[in-house]
């Protein structure tokens, strides 16, 4: 089993900065892909950006592509999600995961807000 906890949610106005912290125990996330989904009101939870194992491959929705940035340190067992420009439709509660195959784990999620 892998815990997660995510950090760094909060209020921001529009074109601001957050950096969100998704903290594991329980196992080591080495060896898993990790990522960031968001959801926002009213919508299904979609797909933010994701990183492999080593940090070597990234991959990000377009919404975000040049605005946020992925990054992990194994050694801290911690993910981190760096945003900027943010835009009040990226308002929403974002979530950790962790996946190796066949197993995936949900962090509780944290939430931004964006206000124009």
């Known amino acids: 089993q892998v815990q997660l906890v995510e950090s760094g949610g909060g209020s921001v106005q529009a074109g601001g900065s957050l950096r969100l912290s998704c903290v594991a125990s329980?196992?080591?996330?080495?060896?898993?892909?990790m990522g960031w989904f968001r959801q926002a009101p009213g919508k299904e939870r979609e797909f933010v950006a994701g990183?492999?194992?080593?940090?070597?491959?990234?991959s990000y929705a377009d919404s975000v592509k040049g605005r946020f940035t992925i990054s992990r340190d194994n050694m801290k067992s911690t993910v981190y999600m760096q945003m900027g420009n943010l835009r009040p439709d990226d308002t929403a509660v974002y979530y950790c995961?962790?996946?190796?195959?066949?197993?995936?784990?949900w962090g509780q999620g944290t939430r931004v807000t964006v206000s124009s």
């Open positions: 329980g196992r080591a996330i080495s060896t898993y892909t």
């Open positions: 990183i492999s194992w080593n940090g070597g491959i990234t």
């Open positions: 995961h962790a996946l190796l195959v066949p197993n995936g784990y």
